[in-house]
């Protein structure tokens, strides 16, 4: 073979394309998607990989982190959990993504974490369920604590003795924060500012090619609002769920954006030329000229997928942002220079990005039902793109969206879209959330039910129960099928899958235990079952025989 796979997975972590760069097999081939084929397999790993034995789980209601048989795991952090002398590992965590500090050692590294949100009752001791309006109840104090357990985490860690753990206070260890002074990577300030305060809403992410994270901000207007614009162009202030606007005046055009961070210092950019809008992810493909490009989704009802080609290597400012015109197989530019009717709704580029939502449905871009994460086929070239739910349209268990853009060349302005699989009884799974591929091509799921739909007499969520991680087999007689490896606890959603370099190891958010409290004398979760019996968000490590099992193809010698 003409590449080193054990190179690409000491870098990539995650053996998907998508949140990082492209993997040098497909990189040797430029713009398409020529890559390893089922011919360069050895016939004995493939007879291997055909006779995998595995059991599937069932579905569960039980208030615990289950995982089929083979598997096993330890808490690396949790929320609370010293990560230095000075800071503590924030609520919520989603996206993690390792990379390893050195690549002749991969089993020493930093992990990145994101902090999605915060639920006021455990995080602030406010119960948001006694008032109204809880927004104008909140104090100072109350949202301080708030903006500190948001925004992400770097913490570094060490394999020992087939243990991930922490390297307690090294120089590495960071937060970063709703407070955190971010610059913004765009000539034009926004609201009068080049320098903003904070990252929040820090939903998925992905990594550059440069060697830093991604970090997405998915639905930002929770905390400072949004400004909305009326038939006149005439803009107005919709308040946020937080409330966080009545305390600091943050405008929410600083927010939206994705997110980059150096793990070497902690400094961050915001992408202005990405746009803004509820980023779920941003997944990278590098082309053979070192350009990048990146694939986006708007995790909302009835908004849109993007993607960004930029014009200069290794850039996420010069370039152009494109919406996907699903129906017509074609990316919109949003461009206002060369675009009548951007030019005629917008005062200049600038404005457009910031509006990317309203610019979009301008061009007539394809309304899509919740797009989340995205990740790029390691085998074939293709994207795959969660389409979670959307109830509006009587759309309860969503579906994955399959790209392949033309000649498989990423930086092409036109493709074909199918449905890869839909949710549903049938399919065995619901409600898709993050992707993930892991080193043989097998493709893991994460599911994102709503924890008040879950678990509902007569409601469309009863027969999956608890939120899921499953796995679609690449090869054998289980190939195609989408197979249940853990269950979360209760109210929980699992996300953020990331695999070790060497494939043995399974990094795992456990996102939003008990989130139905009402009582803390009565949560509904007790894991992690610590002794204070408060449900904790935490990352954990799963490791295992079947893990190994189904990173095998990373056991090939070259």
């Known amino acids: 073979m003409e590449y080193n796979r054990r190179k690409f997975i000491s870098f990539l972590g995650k053996a998907s394309l998508g949140t990082a760069i492209i993997p040098p097999f497909l990189k040797f081939c430029g713009n398409t998607n020529t890559s390893i084929s089922i011919e360069e397999i050895s016939s004995d790993h493939l007879r291997y990989l055909k006779n995998l034995p595995f059991e599937r789980l069932s579905a569960s209601n039980k208030d615990d982190l289950l995982l089929a048989k083979g598997l096993e795991y330890h808490t690396l ?44 009752l455990f995080v602030s001791n406010f119960n948001y369920r006694n008032y109204k309006n809880p927004q104008q109840h909140r104090t100072i104090e109350q949202v301080d604590k708030e903006m500190y357990n948001v925004g992400g985490t770097i913490i570094r860690i060490k394999e020992e003795n087939g243990k991930w753990q922490i390297v307690e206070n090294d120089p590495h260890n960071r937060r970063i924060t709703a407070k955190t002074p971010i610059l913004l990577n765009w000539d034009t300030p926004i609201k009068g500012k080049t320098r903003v305060i904070g990252t929040h809403s ?10 830093t994270f991604l970090t997405c901000e998915e639905n930002y207007d929770s905390f400072y609002g949004e400004t909305e614009y009326n038939e006149k162009n005439i803009p107005s202030h919709i308040p946020s769920w937080y409330g966080w606007e009545n305390f600091y005046n943050y405008p929410p055009e600083h927010y939206g954006w994705v997110v980059e961070v150096d793990p ?50 290794h850039s996420l400012k010069e370039g152009t942002l494109y919406v996907a015109d699903i129906d017509n197989g074609k990316w919109l530019a949003l461009d206002w ?147 249940r490896i853990a269950s979360a606890p209760k109210d929980a959603e ?39 019996n408060i449900p904790k968000p935490a990352v954990v490590a799963i490791t295992g025989d079947l893990i190994e099992k189904f990173n095998k193809l990373n056991q090939i010698e070259e």
């Open 77 to 120: 952090i949790k929320w609370g959990d010293k990560i230095s002398d000075d800071d503590n590992f924030g609520f919520n965590n989603d996206f993690i993504c390792f990379m390893p500090l050195d690549d002749n050692n991969l089993k020493d590294g930093l992990l990145w974490v994101n902090h999605e949100y915060v639920n006021p």
């Open 202 to 211: 820090n939903c998925s992410g992905g990594i550059t090619p440069w060697k």
């Open 337 to 483: 220079e060369n675009q009548p009717v951007l030019k005629n709704k917008f005062k200049d580029q600038t404005e457009v990005l910031i509006r990317a939502r309203e610019a979009s449905k301008l061009l007539g871009a394809t309304e899509l039902n919740r797009p989340e994460d995205i990740e790029i086929d390691p085998i074939t070239g293709n994207i795959f793109v969660s389409l979670t739910n959307n109830y509006e349209k009587n759309d309860f268990h969503g579906s994955i969206l399959k790209i392949e853009e033309n000649d498989g060349a990423f930086d092409a302005l036109k493709f074909k879209a199918t449905t890869y699989k839909a949710g549903g009884e049938e399919n065995g799974f619901s409600c898709p959330d993050n992707l993930a591929f892991d080193l043989a091509g097998n493709l893991w799921i994460t599911s994102d039910m709503s924890g008040s739909k879950m678990n509902q007499e007569d409601g469309p969520y009863m027969p999956f129960k608890n939120n899921s991680l499953f796995v679609i087999p690449r090869y054998g007689k289980e190939a195609g099928k989408v197979i």
């Open 264 to 313: 070497k210092d902690g400094k961050a950019q915001k992408h202005i030329a990405l746009g803004r809008f509820a980023h779920e992810c941003c997944t990278l493909y590098e082309l053979k000229d070192k350009r990048v490009v990146a694939y986006t989704g708007d995790d909302k009802n009835n908004e849109h997928l993007y993607k960004f080609i930029s014009s200069k290597p």
């Open 494 to 532: 699992l996300t953020g899958p990331w695999f070790s370099p060497d494939g043995k190891t399974l990094f795992l958010s456990v996102q939003h235990p008990g989130e139905q409290t009402t009582d803390l004398n009565k949560p509904t979760s007790k894991w992690p079952f610590d002794q204070d």
